[in-house]
Each structure stands twice: as structure tokens, then as C-alpha cells.
């Protein structure tokens, strides 16, 4: 398994929208795995294949306490939506910011599994909204993206300017 | 996602996550160590605080808790549980404003993004407000839900303490104080008493312990004059009275078997010039043996080693005095780690006998005849106290007791022992045994 590279907004790779999944063989999983072990080492509850700059329609979740009960999702949609609700969201992507989003409470969900098999499910609670962070991820939606033009500029200046010192670090110790 | 919460720092939000992991086992001092991290300094205390009284009172917060709630909060949500227990800590415990421990609890489950508990917590803590008086009435019929204690060690100690229980049970729920050792190899305590006064730090003496002090507010250890020359140290008086009983003469071979954090090893240092071997199992504390050791600026022998399997050079020594502070249940320090009540089972005691009577047996060849062993425990229970030291006295004919003659304490069968809050002591058993 490996760590993969996050990308940062406002990385125009964000913006792609992935392409359905239709092998579902061992380069699938190993992405799946390598995804998992990159989120719980951000650590983060959600994480989005084109976020790590991969095509394929693959989400994987856990928002259990103990980090114990992985999720991964192939071709994911959602059937139905019911409720409204706000809350802060953050996203491994736009690391330090936080901001409310009204999302749905309950949302009904049909997805593929690893192996190809149809599953339907439904979700609330913290799990509905991760699944609609991460599906929007799959569409090249970020959850800043409903903020004031302004707001985001702020955003995008503030994370331009990390990367690009974090970059120098980097340089700096390679020196 | 992001998992981490927009403000992992905030009090309520840290103390829930910490006491979500105290229910996994993990002691809360474990747990601080590095649990304050994202919480800003000013915040500490409070997180502590926040900490240190759930668990104290968790069992009676418990007893409301269930009394509130139509059905239990799922395992898998620790954190909202915690959240709950907290929220009532605040409300029946603290000087927070009523409204402001709702609000902020609530808020505190917002920001855990456990967007269902929101409601429910707001509706279960008001509800406690409106209720109040019925609700801790009920509570407190039941002994268990009144002393927030796990009905093994009521048990307990109601069999071995039948006239003290009470008391006891109280004193363990009960803000300890904060003691002082003066190192009267340096100074003596009324040199030590004007020090402080000097810097506006009231204090008084501990009756019966000739080095003890306790503060009357707890402060931080640093900010003690003179700490970091070794001036000073934090113990309690109940734990000072060790290096007194050893009788200790210069010049004495004195091993301390059971070392760390190495409290009483300084003592020993401090009250005359002998040859310590300061020993323990646990290599990662002797390095706090270590530290200790180096502020008083005194030398001893700092050796890890397994006290119920005496091999290499330290258990070819013979010993003038041996100070056994044995592997505990530690009941008698309750008020100071009231996490013992969670973590510590009743199924645990018969092990913890078992190697206590394993040590006891096994460091004794290593006492010189007309030598002093003195063994000790922070325990309340007769089991792994005078049970234990008149099992050994039965089993080995070259041991017989020096009985305890003091002003402190009760008088056991076998040993001596200070129970909580007494003399603003924890609770010790001593029992000095001599070698013919």
C-alpha cells in the first residue's frame, strides 16, 4: 500500500469528472486500498479518487469512531433525497477551511462494491453528508464552490500561498 | 471529507474525545499526555477538570444519564455518551452558568458532527434542569450511584472497613490537596515555610510527617521556589511516611525495588547518606526515576530489574533496608486518580496479590539478618495488606514484624495503614518486617 498525493485547491485537476468504472480487478482494490490508507493518515472521513488525480468513479468513507468500518464505493449515485440540514464541512483538499453547507438528512444510495456487485443502501446522520461531499468530488464539485466569489479568493490565496511555502521546505531540506 | 472537527481545541469537544478513549481503558494521565495538544494552554486546566469529574462521578452521572434517556446511547457513540456526561458534571459540579454548560455542550456535539445528538443533548440537559431535585434524589438512594463507585470495591471496602466506609468512599470522591516534601537535607521545613511566605504561597504542616507541607491552593510545580534545585518536591504525606519507617542510618545498602516514579527513592536520599539501589521493571519510568534523582542532585544506582526474579548484580547484594512499594489495586489514591474506579476490575486483585506475594517472597533472601523490610501498598483492601504480610509472617520463619508505633493511621492486625483524607493523606499501608 502507499500514501498518495492530495491534491490542493485550486488545482484545476479537481474539476475532472471521473469516468464510470467498468473492470472491477486487483488495480481497483490496490487503488481502494492506497485511498483508504492515504485518508486515515490525513486523517480524514472521505476521500474522492480524483482528489488523489485518478479517473475512475470510486469514493471511500469511514466515518466510524474507531476508524474501523471502511466503505468503498464504485459508480456511486443517489436515488433519493429527503431533508435539509447545515453543518461544517471540511475537505482534505482545501485543508484549514471550514464552512457550513446545507445538505440532505437522509439520502437513499445504489453503488458497486469492489467486486462489481450492485449494493443499495440507505444513509443519515454524518455518513449522508460525507457521501454527498465525496460524490460532488466525483463530479469536480468542491463544497467551497457555493461560497461568495470573494470568500473563495480569500481561500485560494491563503492555500497558494502554503503550498508554495511548503514547496520551498521541501526544497529547502532537499538542499 | 475533512474528519477532524473545525475546532478541535474547543474544552468540551477535547474532553469528550479523551473520555471516549477512558472508556477504552487508557488511564486519564496517558491520555493528557497527549490529548491537550490542539487545546490553547489557557484551556488546559479546564479540559482537566472536565476530565478528572466525569470520571470521578461517572457512575452516579451514569445513573441520571439512563434516567434521561428513553434508550442507552449506542456503543459506537462514545463521544455523544461522554458529551451527556459531561454536560451534567457541568450542571450538578461546576460554577458554569447554567445556560452557558447547555449551550456550549451543544454546541460541542454541532461541532463533533453529530448533527442527531444535537437535539438530544439539548433536551436531555434542560430536562435535568427542570427535574433537578427529583432526579438526584433518585440517584443517590442507591449507595453505588451516591459514592459513584462500581459495586466490587463498595463491597469491598464496606467488609474491610466497616466503621470507615462512609468516610472513606467520601474522601474518595473529594479534591485532593497538594503536598509538599521539603528536602530537610537542605532545609528544614519552617526555612522552607518562610520561603514561601515570602512568595505569598500559604501553606501548612502536615501533622505526623516532619517533612510534609500542603499548599492551600494547588499551583504548578515549577512556580515552587526553589523546585528546580530540588528544595522541594510534590508527594503526599501519606507517601512521606515511607523513608520514616525505613529508620535509615548513613552509610546503610538500601535497595528500593519498586522505584519508579522514584518519589520515595529521593526521600530515602534526602533523609540520610546510604547506598540506594533505586529498581525497577519498567525501563521507560526509571528514566522519570532518573530526572527525580538528578533535581535533588543525589546519586544512586538506577537499575532495571524484576523484583520477583532477583538475578544480576544488584540481587547479589545484601540489603540493610528494603522498601517493597509493591504493584497495587491503588484504592487508597482514588481522590487523585479516580480513573482506578474505571479501569480497575475486580478480577485484577487476586493477580495483583498473587505477584505481591511473589515480590515479598522473593526479595527477602536479600535482607541481612537484623535487617528492615518495610512493605507498602496504596491499597485500601486487607487482601493485598495484612492478609498478605501475615501469609508471608506464617510461611517464613526468619521474619517477624516490628509493629508500628505511631500517632497516625490505624492500627491492622499486621501493619499500619492512613486512610484518604485523614491528616490530607492518601490512603497507605505500611508493615515493617524484621529479618532474625
Known amino acids: 500500500m502507499a500514501i498518495l ?26 487503488l481502494a486500498a492506497d485511498m483508504l490508507e492515504t485518508m486515515y493518515q490525513a486523517p480524514g472521513i472521505g476521500l474522492a479518487s480524483i482528489q488523489v488525480n485518478d479517473p475512475r468513479r470510486l469514493v471511500v468513507i469511514d ?34 477551511v471550514y464552512e457550513p453547507v446545507v445538505r440532505a438528512t437522509d439520502i437513499k444510495v445504489r453503488a458497486q462494491n469492489l467486486d462489481g456487485e450492485i449494493i443499495e443502501f440507505e444513509a443519515d446522520d454524518l455518513l449522508a453528508v460525507c457521501i454527498q461531499h465525496e460524490l460532488d468530488h466525483l463530479d469536480g464539485k468542491l463544497f467551497i464552490d457555493n461560497l461568495s466569489s470573494l470568500k473563495r479568493q480569500r481561500i485560494r490565496k491563503k492555500l497558494e500561498k502554503e503550498d508554495r511555502q511548503a514547496q520551498q521546505d521541501a526544497v529547502g531540506q532537499a538542499l | 471529507m475533512n474528519g477532524r472537527t473545525p475546532d478541535p481545541g474547543n474544552p468540551r469537544v477535547a474532553a469528550a474525545r479523551l473520555l471516549r478513549q477512558l472508556a477504552d481503558g487508557r488511564s486519564i494521565s496517558d491520555l493528557l499526555e497527549q490529548g491537550l495538544d490542539a487545546v490553547s494552554p489557557r484551556d488546559r486546566g479546564l479540559v482537566k477538570e472536565f476530565c478528572f469529574g466525569v470520571a470521578r462521578w461517572r457512575p452516579r452521572l451514569e445513573r441520571i444519564a439512563a434516567q434521561l434517556l428513553s434508550k442507552p446511547i449506542k456503543p459506537k457513540e462514545g463521544e455523544v455518551q461522554a458529551l451527556i456526561l459531561l454536560g451534567l458534571y457541568q450542571l450538578i459540579y461546576m460554577r458554569v452558568a447554567p445556560h452557558a ?36 434524589t433518585l440517584a443517590d438512594a442507591d449507595p453505588l450511584s451516591r459514592y459513584a463507585v462500581p459495586d466490587w470495591l463498595f463491597r469491598r471496602i464496606r467488609t474491610d472497613w466497616p466503621d470507615q466506609w462512609e468516610a472513606i468512599l467520601q474522601a474518595a470522591n473529594s479534591h485532593p490537596p497538594m503536598s509538599l516534601r521539603v528536602n530537610l537535607a537542605t532545609n528544614s521545613r519552617e526555612q522552607y515555610l518562610s520561603l514561601l511566605a515570602a512568595s505569598g504561597i500559604e501553606a501548612a504542616p502536615i501533622p505526623h510527617v516532619p517533612s510534609g507541607l500542603v499548599l492551600g491552593t494547588p499551583m504548578d510545580a515549577e512556580s515552587l521556589p526553589g523546585f528546580t534545585e530540588g ?44 547506598r540506594l539501589t533505586a529498581m525497577d521493571l519498567d525501563q521507560r519510568r526509571l528514566e522519570r526515576v532518573r530526572q527525580n534523582l538528578q533535581r535533588l542532585g543525589v546519586t544512586a544506582a538506577v537499575v532495571q530489574g524484576d523484583a520477583a526474579k532477583p538475578q544480576g548484580a544488584w540481587a ?18 482514588i481522590r487523585r486518580h479516580p480513573d482506578i474506579k474505571l479501569l480497575r476490575r475486580a478480577q485484577d486483585i ?11 517472597r522473593a526479595v527477602w533472601p536479600l535482607l541481612k539478618p537484623g535487617g528492615l523490610l518495610l512493605y507498602a501498598t496504596c491499597s485500601l483492601l486487607s487482601d493485598e495488606n495484612e492478609v498478605q504480610v501475615r501469609r508471608f509472617l506464617e510461611q517464613a520463619p526468619d521474619a517477624r514484624e516490628r509493629v508500628i508505633m505511631a500517632d497516625w493511621g490505624h492500627c491492622r492486625p499486621t501493619g499500619r495503614q492512613t486512610l484518604p483524607g485523614e491528616a490530607t493523606m492518601d490512603g497507605f499501608y505500611y508493615a515493617c518486617l524484621e529479618k532474625i
Not at chain 1, 498525493?5 to 490496490?30: E, T, W, Y
Not at chain 2, 456550549?104 to 445528538?117: D, F, H, Y
Not at chain 2, 545484601?318 to 517493597?324: A, K, V
Request: proline share 5%.
Open chain 1, 5 to 30: 498525493n492530495i491534491l490542493h485547491f485550486p488545482d484545476p485537476r479537481l474539476r475532472n469528472k471521473a469516468q464510470v468504472v467498468k473492470s472491477f480487478d486487483d488495480d481497483l482494490r490496490k
Open chain 1, 63 to 96: 466515518v466510524s469512531e474507531n476508524h474501523d468500518d471502511p466503505l468503498c464505493l464504485v459508480n456511486p449515485e443517489i436515488l433519493e433525497k429527503h431533508g435539509e440540514h447545515k453543518m461544517d464541512e471540511g475537505c482534505l483538499s482545501v485543508p484549514g
Open chain 2, 231 to 274: 528544595r522541594v518536591s510534590i508527594q503526599d504525606g501519606g507517601a512521606q511516611l515511607a523513608a520514616v519507617l525505613l529508620d535509615l542510618q548513613a552509610g546503610q545498602q538500601v535497595l528500593d525495588a519498586c522505584a519508579a516514579p522514584g518519589g520515595k527513592s529521593g526521600h530515602i536520599m534526602e533523609a540520610a547518606a546510604v
Open chain 2, 316 to 333: 547479589d547484594r545484601q540489603y540493610d533496608r528494603i522498601l517493597l512499594d509493591v504493584p497495587c489495586s491503588a484504592t487508597g489514591v
Open chain 2, 101 to 136: 454548560a447547555v449551550a456550549e455542550t451543544v454546541e460541542a456535539a454541532r461541532l463533533l458532527r453529530k448533527a442527531w445528538a444535537v437535539g438530544l443533548v439539548n433536551a436531555l440537559l434542560r430536562r435535568f434542569q427542570r427535574e433537578r431535585e427529583t432526579l438526584l
Open chain 2, 350 to 360: 487476586p493477580a495483583l496479590v498473587k505477584i505481591q506475594g511473589e515480590i515479598l
